[in-house]
């Protein structure tokens, strides 16, 4: 019988010891009280934090939407239909994330960044809490480069500047989404990621627009987020945040990002929705008390940064839609005095063939003219005034008395004006066209030709700037410097196109 020699046994026991992990972890238990229409109540999540990710059974995801003594309230990501009472729910002690990266473009998302578009699983490893602090006056820069919309009384009248938030305001089916989508094409070969959030909007149409961008080559710098109609209130709620998450992967890398919140109304509503739900105290008009602070901590995180930090930036572009031209309503009158100004569509316009609607009037950029081209600013400097000044001669020409000649011109030239702004749905026109368009007609060279003849014209300009050997040396010119060129050379070249009508 071999002898036990203790040191060996004492080594060995030794070895055990310091290999030895435990197996015991932690967590964070609660069951369902109740479920239904998107919200679980859940009981016994005393650590759980706000806006925390929760993992229910069959692979249910929640987030953490009310902390009260007893329970939280959580907003369901998914199938509630699936989570029924007394489930077990578990804490993952990880903020909601989204995947970004440049394998989302081209992509049409739901907010959890799941693909709705059947190309395929997206391959990107990185992901963002949708729930981002804005960034502080520090981190900022001026805003000094333009948003080129290609609609002549937006870039003219309302200019947008790059890191700008506009807000596009107006009845129902007075053009608003049309603005925004053109906007997004015209930023083909421009440097410019764009997104498209659609709240609460029909699936058919979301198809339809990403077949419009696909058309128009725009789908390549594009991301669609949606959370459709039929979708819950929490997937309606959320959209706007991760399509803003997405946004800002690109910003921080130092890009241009252009986002389309349409619409927030929606996103309003839903939040409404979800609050009184959780039985939230009700203010003004049912809304919760939080509702203003819900659209401001999504629209400052838009902003241009400062050099430092890369130069990149987040142009937001939200849509309200009002009812009967109320812009003094609650959620409306929240987010003009969130945003950098309105770009206002008024339906009697609409009607009465005036496209885009746009009322100059009421319309106001607050900082895009910083970031207006010089040219632009020269020639478009009168030409608000000139508008207003024609809309009160034409309601006094109504009454049929007799106007003095110059009263009589400078009608005829307000009609003009109102024709040269005029524009069709997806026609995009280059800034040195516009530039030079709004010249001829702030120098009297529209003066002496038909109204017929002002779309003539421009569609002669526009020829002109890119085949003669003059209108290519202004063209060339209004790029480089984005500047005026000499009077003389603009002059003669417009009276040369004259002749061609």
Same mark, same amino acid.
């Given at each position: 019988?071999?002898?036990?020699?203790?040191?060996?046994?004492?080594?060995?026991?030794?070895?055990?010891?310091?290999?030895?992990?435990? *197996?015991?972890?932690?967590?964070? !238990?609660?069951?369902?009280?109740?479920?239904?229409?998107?919200?679980?109540?859940?009981?016994?999540?005393?650590?759980?934090?706000?806006?925390?990710?929760?993992?229910?059974?069959?692979?249910?995801?929640?987030?953490?939407?009310?902390?009260?003594?007893?329970?939280?309230?959580?907003?369901?990501?998914?199938?509630?239909?699936?989570?029924?009472?007394?489930?077990?729910?578990?804490?993952?002690?990880?903020?909601?994330?989204?995947?970004?990266?440049?394998?989302?473009?081209?992509?049409?998302?739901?907010?959890?960044?799941?693909?709705?578009?059947?190309?395929?699983?997206?391959?990107? $490893?990185?992901?963002?809490?949708?729930?981002?602090?804005?960034?502080?006056?520090?981190?900022?820069?001026?805003?000094?480069?333009?948003?080129?919309?290609?609609?002549?009384?937006?870039?003219?009248?309302?200019?947008?500047?790059?890191?700008?938030?506009?807000?596009?305001?107006?009845?129902?089916?007075?053009?608003?989404?049309?603005?925004?989508?053109?906007?997004?094409?015209?930023?083909?070969?421009?440097?410019?990621?764009?997104?498209?959030?659609?709240?609460?909007?029909?699936?058919?149409?979301?198809?339809?627009?990403?077949?419009?961008?696909?058309?128009?080559?725009?789908? *390549?710098?594009?991301?669609?987020?949606?959370?459709?109609?039929?979708?819950?209130? $929490?997937?309606?709620?959320?959209?706007?945040? /991760?399509?803003?998450?997405?946004?800002? @992967?690109?910003?921080?890398?130092?890009?241009?990002?252009?986002?389309?919140?349409?619409?927030?109304?929606?996103?309003?509503?839903? @939040?409404?929705?979800?609050?009184?739900?959780?039985?939230?105290?009700?203010?003004?008009?049912?809304?919760?008390?939080?509702?203003?602070?819900?659209?401001?901590?999504?629209?400052?995180? /838009?902003?241009?940064?400062? *050099?430092?930090?890369?130069?990149?930036?987040?142009?937001?572009?939200?849509?309200?839609?009002?009812?009967?031209?109320?812009? /003094?309503? @609650?959620?409306?009158?929240?987010?003009?005095?969130?945003?950098?100004?309105?770009?206002?569509?008024?339906?009697?316009?609409?009607?009465?063939?005036?496209?885009?609607?746009?009322?100059?009037?009421? /319309?106001?950029?607050?900082?895009?003219?910083?970031?207006?081209?010089?040219?632009?600013?020269?020639?478009?400097?009168?030409?608000?005034?000139?508008?207003?000044?024609?809309?009160?001669?034409?309601?006094?020409?109504?009454?049929?008395?007799?106007?003095?000649?110059?009263?009589?011109?400078?009608?005829?030239?307000?009609?003009?004006?109102?024709?040269?702004?005029?524009? *069709?749905?997806?026609?995009?026109?280059?800034?040195?066209?516009?530039?030079?368009?709004?010249?001829?007609?702030?120098?009297?060279?529209?003066?002496? !030709?038909?109204?017929?003849?002002?779309?003539?014209?421009?569609?002669?300009?526009?020829?002109?700037?890119?085949?003669?050997?003059?209108?290519?040396?202004?063209?060339?010119?209004?790029?480089?410097?984005?500047?005026?060129?000499?009077?003389?050379?603009?002059?003669?070249?417009?009276?040369?196109?004259?002749?061609?009508?």
């Amino acid at each position: 019988m071999s002898k036990i020699k203790v040191q060996e046994m004492t080594e060995v026991i030794k070895q055990q010891i310091r290999s030895f992990e435990s *197996d015991i972890q932690m967590e964070n !238990i609660g069951k369902v009280l109740s479920v239904g229409d998107g919200i679980a109540i859940v009981y016994g999540l005393q650590q759980a934090m706000m806006g925390e990710l929760l993992v229910f059974p069959h692979d249910v995801r929640g987030l953490v939407f009310n902390l009260e003594e007893h329970h939280v309230g959580v907003i369901l990501l998914g199938e509630s239909e699936k989570i029924k009472e007394g489930d077990m729910v578990k804490t993952t002690k990880r903020i909601f994330e989204v995947p970004v990266g440049d394998a989302l473009l081209g992509r049409i998302v739901n907010p959890l960044g799941d693909p709705l578009d059947a190309l395929g699983t997206i391959e990107t $490893t990185e992901r963002m809490p949708v729930e981002e602090k804005a960034r502080g006056v520090m981190a900022r820069g001026s805003i000094s480069e333009p948003m080129e919309t290609g609609i002549k009384v937006i870039d003219a009248l309302v200019p947008i500047g790059r890191g700008q938030r506009e807000l596009i305001i107006g009845d129902r089916q007075t053009g608003k989404t049309t603005l925004a989508v053109d906007t997004i094409i015209n930023q083909k070969g421009k440097n410019t990621i764009c997104i498209y959030v659609a709240i609460g909007q029909k699936e058919s149409s979301v198809s339809a627009l990403a077949e419009l961008f696909r058309k128009h080559g725009a789908m *390549d710098y594009t991301i669609i987020v949606t959370a459709g109609a039929s979708k819950e209130g $929490t997937l309606q709620y959320l959209a706007p945040f /991760s399509g803003v998450t997405m946004g800002e @992967y690109f910003m921080n890398k130092g890009k241009d990002v252009l986002i389309i919140y349409d619409d927030l109304s929606k996103h309003a509503v839903a @939040y409404r929705e979800l609050s009184l739900l959780l039985r939230r105290p009700p203010g003004r008009e049912a809304y919760p008390g939080d509702v203003f602070y819900l659209h401001s901590r999504l629209l400052e995180r /838009s902003a241009r940064l400062s *050099d430092a930090l890369g130069g990149g930036s987040i142009t937001a572009l939200p849509i309200i839609e009002t009812k009967a031209g109320d812009i /003094s309503a @609650y959620i409306s009158t929240n987010v003009i005095s969130i945003t950098d100004g309105q770009i206002f569509l008024e339906a009697e316009l609409f009607y009465s063939g005036i496209r885009p609607a746009i009322n100059a009037g009421l /319309s106001v950029s607050r900082v895009g003219g910083a970031a207006q081209w010089k040219g632009m600013k020269k020639v478009a400097g009168t030409l608000r005034i000139n508008l207003a000044n024609y809309r009160e001669l034409e309601s006094f020409a109504q009454f049929g008395s007799d106007l003095d000649p110059s009263a009589k011109r400078r009608l005829e030239r307000g009609r003009k004006t109102v024709e040269l702004l005029k524009q *069709d749905v997806h026609e995009l026109i280059s800034m040195p066209t516009q530039i030079v368009s709004i010249y001829a007609l702030a120098n009297g060279f529209m003066d002496d !030709i038909d109204i017929t003849k002002v779309k003539a014209l421009e569609e002669e300009i526009t020829q002109g700037l890119s085949m003669t050997e003059t209108g290519q040396a202004i063209y060339d010119h209004l790029m480089e410097t984005r500047t005026l060129p000499k009077t003389d050379e603009l002059d003669h070249f417009i009276n040369d196109l004259k002749r061609m009508i």
